[in-house]
């Protein structure tokens, strides 16, 4: 098991940056080597994502599903992906919290699972591709948000399962 974590300010308030973190079109563009997303469902999505960690560079097919969303505060998605001789299973969830001059602090956390090639690299290469392409995405996102660009939140938490059996 990988753990990352970090944070990222923003001067944008929470509710206007919960659009761009649930809006899979801008998701597509922020994210790094991120060649497209598409939703599946209102909280299911599905992606091809180009990793590069040294001279390992495998393109994941992703599968993602957001588990809890409580906008604009609470985010947690879990994703799985393969790769040739690849995979990774992983859990992130971020914090969004107003701060005193109406701007935006997020904390965020990932758990992951990695095998293959790319896990014989070592959790201090994976730790450091990692920080930079989550900065990459972050300032990328407020690059969009500071520029106006529209966004609209088109996923949420994937419902309970509830047993609706009658006799």
């Known amino acids: 098991m990988i ?5 990222f300010e923003s001067e944008h308030a929470p509710e ?23 939703q599946e469902s209102e909280s299911e999505l599905s992606a091809t ?21 409580d906008e604009p505060n609470h985010l947690v998605m879990e994703a799985g992906g393969d790769a040739s001789r690849n995979s990774f299973e992983a859990v992130a969830e971020m914090t969004l919290t107003e701060t005193e001059d ?3 602090h997020a904390e965020w956390e990932a758990d992951a699972n990695v095998s293959g ?19 990459n995405f972050f300032d990328d996102l407020e690059e969009l ?23």
């Open 3 to 7: 753990e990352f974590s970090g944070d």
């Open 16 to 38: 206007e940056l919960w659009k761009y973190f649930t809006d899979p079109d801008i998701l597509a563009q922020c994210a790094p080597g991120c060649d497209h997303i598409e």
């Open 49 to 69: 994502i180009a990793v590069g960690v040294g001279s390992v560079k495998p393109t994941f097919d992703v599968d993602m599903t957001v588990v809890e969303a």
């Open 102 to 104: 109406g701007g935006t």
């Open 117 to 135: 090639l790319i896990a014989s690299l070592g959790q201090r290469a994976l730790g450091s591709v990692a920080d930079r392409l989550v900065n």
């Open 145 to 167: 948000a500071d520029e106006g660009v529209p966004a609209e939140s088109k996923i949420s938490a994937k419902p309970e399962a509830t047993a609706s059996l009658e006799d």
